[in-house]
């Protein structure tokens, strides 16, 4: 029978580790193991968790290390052969479980991935940041689709990975931000296989203000180009695309005010138009239609933002990324 088990990295925020562990009572198939990691939280976990006995469930607090070694520690403790990364802001359909488990039988692979989604229950900015986040017009894609079965990069949100595999590549890095990706390209590296799984999307909350939001992504731009030094076999062109997007529409607002031609703002007022109709599809909801495009260029400004001072910073500078970026170190 399938060993399965269940390892949560959790900083504070009780009510969506309540929430979390609440679709996981309410799974159609109850043969799976949990195990929380409170990364030093400030406010008391483990009562949330008491409130739930008939899970199979244990609960380790550990002085603050970052995500990716929470896990690591996660791992050491729960023994089974496939282990299921699933972060606090989480809520699981109720066949999650038993659909994992029916594409572990059926896709040959050594980790796997989900896509995510956005409850209908989420405020309108976490709605619109979801669809940001996963829109072909905003990623390309890359947060999972049907095309992406292989050489997918799962993110820590929603990522399965085989105990064996994990352990072998040393498990999470040293990285507190891009730590998923990085996992991905080691195992890739060592030979693993990843893939893509199109009916486990979870429903993922995200930020819910607009500032945090601009915050996460700044970060992740950051690390981009980490990445790229550490894996330059994987380095993509597109990866610069929303630094671009940012350069030219600087460039646009200033030949307008210079001699007052918009024609270079034009093509960023159709992509405007063309975000609204897409979210308004996806969602059918006005209102969510209406802030996308409003978040969809922040997230595509901070990244960039973020993308390029690394780039410049680690390619041009040529300094350490530890002590140029600490932040994103454990």
């Known amino acids: 029978m399938m060993q399965i088990g269940i390892v949560i990295a959790v900083y504070n925020r009780p009510h969506e580790l309540h929430e979390l562990l609440l679709s996981l009572y309410q799974q159609t198939d109850h043969n799976f193991k949990v195990c929380i990691i409170d990364d030093g939280s400030t406010v008391p976990l483990y009562p949330v968790c008491d409130n ?11 002085t603050n290390r970052g995500p990716g070694k929470a896990r690591n ?13 699933i972060d606090s802001d989480v809520i699981l ?20 991935g989900g896509a995510d989604k956005a409850s209908k229950s989420f405020n309108v900015i976490q709605q619109a940041i979801s669809f940001s986040m996963t829109s ?4 390309g894609g890359i947060r999972g689709s049907k095309k992406s079965l292989d050489k997918f990069q799962p993110r820590s949100f929603n990522m399965g990975v085989k105990r ?3 352990l072998a590549i040393g498990g999470f890095s040293d990285l507190r931000i891009g730590e998923d990706p990085d996992l991905s390209m080691r195992l890739w590296e060592n030979g693993s296989t990843t893939a893509f799984f199109p009916n486990i999307a979870v429903n993922h909350k995200r930020r819910n203000s607009i500032s945090s939001f601009s915050k996460q992504v700044y970060n992740f731009g950051i ?12 380095t993509k062109f597109t990866f610069a695309f929303p630094s671009l997007f940012l350069i030219g529409y600087i460039g646009a607002l200033v030949l307008y005010f210079i001699s007052k031609s918009s024609l270079l703002l034009i093509p960023y007022g159709l ?8 979210a308004l599809i996806s969602t059918k909801n006005f209102s969510v239609a209406i802030l996308s495009p409003l978040i969809a260029f922040i997230q595509l400004f901070s990244y960039g933002f973020g993308f390029l001072l690394s780039w410049v910073t680690l390619e041009f500078l040529k300094k350490d990324p530890r002590k140029a970026f600490p932040g994103h170190f454990s």
């Not at 520690?73 to 990364?85: D, L, R």
């Not at 999650?96 to 040959?108: D, G, L, P």
């Open 93 to 112: 359909d109720y066949d999650y479980i038993a659909r994992c488990k029916e594409n572990i039988n059926n896709i040959h692979c050594d980790a796997f």
């Open 164 to 166: 064996d595999a994990f």
């Open 136 to 139: 072909f017009l905003t990623t």
């Open 52 to 62: 739930f006995p008939s899970l199979d469930l244990e609960y380790h607090k550990i």
């Open 223 to 234: 690390a981009r180009p980490i990445l790229n030094q550490r894996h330059p076999g994987y």
């Open 73 to 85: 520690f996660g791992v050491n403790k729960i023994q089974s052969e496939w282990v299921i990364f």
């Open 271 to 278: 992509y405007s138009i063309m975000l609204t109709i897409s």
